[in-house]
């Protein structure tokens, strides 16, 4: 079935070194690939997304880089911030339905 | 703050009881998706409505229910209720079909 892979699980950095979040996806029809970002007790807040026509996307510290051929995806985010800390989850969704399937999250911690 | 709201925030329910979670969306959002988050299961897509429509189904147990009123407002049902229900219900919206959602902060629901 429709599966999405997410590594790491926890991913510890320090405050202004870069994070890289990876997702591999098994639907190679699926074409939209959003990132959420959940804080405790939140629910999970949409940060970036991307089509699969578009094979890199940026947002000041966030970028998405799309791979279709080896159906991977990943977040980057430079500089990061204590604020940063949070879990993240990939998602693949499409064609021809909205259900997003979502990775199992990657909690980041930043340390001052 | 997502503009989507949820209600209540927090439930707590003996086995066997039936609890309502509702759902109020983005001003102007059609589309109604309700989640299911637990810890082994990650977060689990369970169905969505779209103008009062059922759109699409996921794992959703027959004990589930769910609708989406003329005011666009969606309720959750969940009936004879097991301890393994025990879980976040999120509530996402988005403006039509195959556009970004936007997630509601959550009911926490714990059966005991």
């Known amino acids: 079935g429709e599966n999405v892979e997410q590594h790491p699980s926890t991913l510890s950095v320090q405050e202004g070194d870069s994070a890289v979040i990876k997702c591999t996806y098994s639907?190679?029809?699926?074409?939209?690939f959003p990132w959420y970002k959940q804080e405790l007790g939140k629910g999970p807040q949409l940060i970036i997304d991307?089509?699969?026509?578009?094979g890199e996307k940026k947002d000041q510290r966030i970028a998405v880089t799309l791979n279709k051929t080896a159906k991977h995806f990943s977040l980057h985010i430079t500089e990061t911030q204590p604020e940063d800390s949070a879990v993240y989850f990939c998602a693949a969704g499409g064609p021809g339905t909205d259900k997003l399937i979502f990775g199992t999250g990657t909690r980041l911690q930043v340390f001052p | 703050d997502s503009g989507v709201t949820q209600t209540p925030k927090h439930l707590i329910t003996a086995t066997g009881q039936r609890v309502t979670l509702r759902c109020s969306p983005r001003?102007?959002?059609?589309?109604v998706y309700w989640y299911q988050q637990s810890l082994d299961q990650g977060l689990q897509f369970l169905i969505q409505y779209y103008n009062g429509e059922e759109r699409a189904k996921g794992n959703i147990l027959e004990r589930f229910s769910a609708q989406q009123f003329p005011d666009l407002h969606s309720e959750l049902n969940l009936s004879s209720l097991e301890l393994g229900d025990s879980a976040l219900y999120f509530c996402a919206s988005s403006p039509g079909l195959a556009e970004t959602q936007y997630f509601g902060p959550g009911t926490r629901l714990l059966v005991l």
């Open positions: 991307i089509r699969s026509n578009v």
């Open positions: 639907d190679s029809a699926s074409n939209y």
């Open positions: 001003s102007g959002d059609l589309s």
